[in-house]
């Protein structure tokens, strides 16, 4: 399931990351990769253990956890750190997939999800379109700064060579408290179908059942 959320970022939120990104340190990328997807790796990310990171991480991950849209449909029960990267002209990540599980020994988070934030406006850059090998499809998204896309980690992914401008995006990795992904859609189907009956009949015997079956199936499958 691949979910797209638009303005998860405020105006304001933009504007303060693009102040923080401009005086940033970068470094390159791959330093972050694994041995397998170094070679592919061409892109810089924002250094790690700098005032400057840490100002975009609470940004980004603020912005992630009050958007109701992503929480209802990633059902998160642990969440990275953002990371920040830039694609100047000529970078690029070949296809890989993501590392299974993130961190270390004690804060650990197995990445059934990946959240790319787009931060730079679509029309500054060409190239840079993310593209996700979905169910036999390559599915490419390129999102108006402020939007993000929620996608299976474990699926084979690339960005595309940045041919004019800069792409910036922040990228963050969830553990779901529901681990199948085919369980993660149902849920989020009954979901969306509370919602719409809410909506248009209030709360009644339908919404009721619906509630019910929804509460009851996440009770039975949650991993907390």
Same mark, same amino acid.
């Given at each position: 399931?691949?979910?797209?959320?638009? #303005?998860?970022?405020?105006?304001?939120?933009?504007?303060?990351i693009h102040n923080e990104l401009h005086v940033a340190s970068f470094v390159d990328g791959a330093s972050t990769a694994g041995?397998?997807?170094?070679?592919?790796?061409?892109?810089?990310?924002?250094?790690?253990?700098?005032?400057? /990171?840490?100002? /975009? %991480?609470?940004?980004?991950?603020?912005?992630?956890?009050?958007?109701?849209?992503? %929480?209802?449909?990633?059902?998160?029960f642990a969440v990275t750190q953002p990371l920040f990267n830039r694609y100047d002209?000529? !970078?690029?990540? $070949? /296809?890989?997939?993501?590392?299974?599980? !993130?961190?270390?020994?004690?804060?650990?988070?197995?990445?059934?999800?990946?959240?790319?934030?787009?931060?730079?406006?679509?029309?500054?850059?060409? $190239?840079?379109?993310?593209?996700?090998?979905?169910?036999?499809?390559?599915?490419?998204?390129?999102?108006?700064? $402020?939007?993000?896309?929620?996608?299976?980690?474990?699926?084979? #992914?690339?960005?595309?060579?940045?041919?004019?401008?800069?792409? #910036?995006?922040?990228?963050?990795?969830? %553990?779901? %408290?529901?681990?199948?992904?085919?369980?993660?859609? @149902? @849920?989020?189907?009954?979901?969306?179908?509370?919602?719409?009956?809410?909506?248009?009949? $209030?709360?009644?015997?339908?919404?009721?059942?619906?509630?019910?079956? #929804?509460?009851?199936?996440?009770? !039975?499958?949650?991993?907390?």
């Amino acid at each position: 399931m691949i979910i797209c959320a638009p #303005h998860v970022l405020t105006a304001e939120e933009l504007g303060a990351i693009h102040n923080e990104l401009h005086v940033a340190s970068f470094v390159d990328g791959a330093s972050t990769a694994g041995w397998s997807a170094r070679d592919v790796k061409k892109n810089l990310q924002v250094a790690m253990n700098t005032e400057s /990171l840490t100002k /975009l %991480q609470d940004v980004v991950r603020a912005a992630f956890l009050r958007n109701a849209k992503l %929480q209802a449909a990633i059902l998160p029960f642990a969440v990275t750190q953002p990371l920040f990267n830039r694609y100047d002209i000529g !970078m690029t990540y $070949g /296809l890989h997939v993501d590392a299974a599980v !993130m961190g270390g020994l004690g804060n650990s988070v197995r990445s059934d999800i990946a959240i790319t934030v787009f931060l730079s406006d679509p029309k500054t850059y060409d $190239g840079g379109e993310l593209v996700v090998n979905a169910n036999g499809m390559e599915c490419g998204f390129k999102l108006e700064a $402020g939007s993000a896309v929620a996608y299976p980690a474990n699926s084979l #992914h690339q960005v595309t060579p940045v041919t004019r401008g800069a792409r #910036h995006a922040a990228v963050i990795w969830v %553990q779901s %408290q529901v681990r199948d992904a085919s369980r993660r859609e @149902l @849920l989020w189907d009954l979901d969306n179908a509370k919602r719409q009956i809410f909506a248009s009949e $209030g709360k009644g015997a339908t919404f009721d059942a619906i509630s019910r079956s #929804h509460a009851n199936l996440l009770r !039975m499958w949650a991993d907390v």
